[in-house]
């Protein structure tokens, strides 16, 4: 993947020194935790809001929820021909929602739900991580 200046931290802090949304401070939790989750991981700006990727992309921050902030997961920016259940993620704490088979969201409605549930997911992050 060739990167271009948007694939970078610096994009990234400058999207977000702009940014006006109520949420701001979940997006940047989830930011510390999503770049924290795995040494492999980097960030940049995709799609207009702060995506994370190692080798190619694999989240993307929905900052269009009604209610709080959400993480779009995803294998990349093409769908994948995957038979259904071929992506197995342990999710103990229920919080994907599949959108497809090789795509799910999880949204936080604010800082509080995000910390009572931030390990689980970091678990779902690092098992999404492996499927790319």
């Known amino acids: 993947m060739a990167l271009k200046k948007a694939d970078t931290s610096e994009a990234v802090n400058v999207f ?3 940014l006006t949304h109520p949420d701001k401070t979940l997006i940047q939790a989830i930011r510390s935790t999503v770049l924290a989750c795995d040494p492999d ?4 700006i995709k799609w207009n809001a702060p995506s994370y990727r190692t080798h190619e992309y694999f989240a993307t921050t929905n900052l269009r929820e009604k209610s709080g902030v959400g993480m ?21 704490d229920r919080l994907l929602r599949w959108l497809a088979v090789d795509r ?13 549930h931030r390990e689980a997911f970091v678990l779902i ?6 499927h790319l």
């Open 72 to 92: 779009i997961l995803h294998l990349g920016a093409k769908v994948r021909a995957m038979p259904a259940g071929s992506l197995v993620i342990d999710d103990s």
């Open 104 to 116: 799910a969201s999880v949204v936080f409605k604010d800082l509080a739900e995000f910390e009572a």
């Open 41 to 44: 991981v980097r960030e940049g």
């Open 16 to 18: 977000m020194a702009a």
């Open 125 to 130: 992050l690092r098992q999404w991580i492996q």
